[in-house]
């Protein structure tokens, strides 16, 4: 069975940064790949995405200009720089694979990793 591995998860004050990774086990090559978040008692949201390539990336409004998102095609890692991080930044950061070359719904990834913490404090 395919799994992603997610780290790079912590603790952060207000405007500090994080980079999360994630990368397929076994020899499972992704698609596209994307970021998601859930934050306590909210629906999980769209971050961010990369395509299969990584000559294309999407993000969510609310991330611009301070989170990036990028890929290792060699290492089959997916990256996401987060940084000005801010209090509502906190949520449990999801990696997901699809199998598609451009990808940026939920429904069009089908591979999940388990999720890695960030809690951003003020």
């Known amino acids: 069975q395919v799994q992603l591995e997610e780290s790079g998860g912590g603790l952060v004050q207000a405007g500090g940064s994080l980079r999360l990774s994630c990368a397929p086990s076994?020899?499972?090559?992704?698609?596209?790949m994307g970021w998601f978040r859930q934050a306590l008692g909210k629906e999980r949201e769209f971050v961010a995405a990369?395509?299969?390539?990584?000559?294309?990336?999407y993000y969510a409004d609310s991330v611009k200009g301070r989170f990036t998102i990028s890929r290792d095609n060699a290492k089959k890692t997916v990256y996401l720089q987060m940084n000005s991080l801010k209090p509502e930044d906190t949520a449990v950061y999801y990696c997901a694979a699809a199998r598609l070359i451009i990808a940026t719904m939920e429904h069009e990834f089908d591979t999940w990793g388990q999720g890695t913490q960030v809690t951003v404090s003020s």
């Open positions: 990369i395509s299969r390539s990584g000559a294309n990336t």
């Open positions: 076994g020899t499972f090559t992704p698609g596209a």
